[in-house]
């Protein structure tokens, strides 16, 4: 028998107020490069996105997120919508092995959901390229770009377990606001169990 199971998962919206912190201009190891919105970079952004989150207990939560065609879905709706930031945008780049092989490895974006409240959207480093100070710096980048456009508290969601990321948002200032919880489905067999004698 198919049986429906659900799960769910622990959530914290976290929060950056920018009128209590001044933002930091972002440090990046020399072997990495940000680079700003620009359309024609919707793809690499979407691969980036992929390539971080397909591992990730993220791709279980947000399916789209384990799945190119939709993360590049999820890139083109990002940066359609009205609020989309394009000063919270940024492309990392590890340029360390020459022009010739400069490797696309880091996403972020923010929505602005209000005159001065944004929303920064799922932050990814590709796996190879973790633990170099990218993360942190692209938030820096994002928060710095939101700051210039007038936003004063920036919001973000992250999954509970994700201690990695849970680390760095704390270390840059945010704290959480509030616990949530996504449900996911999953069809599981139910074998029968044996009767014990
Ligand atoms: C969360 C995530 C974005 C962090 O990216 P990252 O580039 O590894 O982040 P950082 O390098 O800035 O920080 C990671 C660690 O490296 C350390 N570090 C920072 N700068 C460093 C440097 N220059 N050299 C060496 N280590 C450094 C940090 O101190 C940190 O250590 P800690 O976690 O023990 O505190 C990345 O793990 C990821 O993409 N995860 C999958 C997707 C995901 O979960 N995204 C978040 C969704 S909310």
Request: hydrophobic share 35%; with cysteine.
């Amino acid at each position: 028998m198919r049986v429906l199971n659900l799960r769910y998962h622990k959530r914290f919206q976290m929060e950056l107020d920018l009128r209590r912190l001044r933002p930091q201009t972002p440090a990046l190891h020399p072997d990495y490069r940000l680079s700003p919105w620009s359309p024609e970079l919707v793809y690499d952004h979407a691969e980036v996105k992929y390539l971080s989150f397909r591992d990730e207990l993220d791709a279980v939560i947000f399916p789209c997120l384990g799945d190119l065609e939709g993360c590049v879905k999820l890139m083109q709706e990002i940066c359609e919508r009205d609020g989309f930031v394009p000063e919270a945008t940024w492309l990392a780049r590890y340029v360390g092995a020459g022009p010739r092989k400069i490797e696309p490895c880091g996403t972020i974006q923010a929505i602005r959901v209000h005159r001065n409240r944004a929303n920064i959207q799922n932050i990814g480093v590709t796996p190879h390229h973790r633990g170099r100070g990218l993360g942190s710096a692209m938030v820096c980048a994002a928060v710095l770009g939101l700051h210039q456009v007038g936003v004063t508290r920036v919001a973000l969601e992250v999954t509970a377990d994700n201690q990695a990321a849970l680390r760095l948002y704390r270390r840059l200032g945010f704290h959480p606001t509030k616990t949530v919880y996504k449900t996911t489905e999953q069809l599981s067999d139910d074998s029968p169990r044996r009767a014990v004698r």
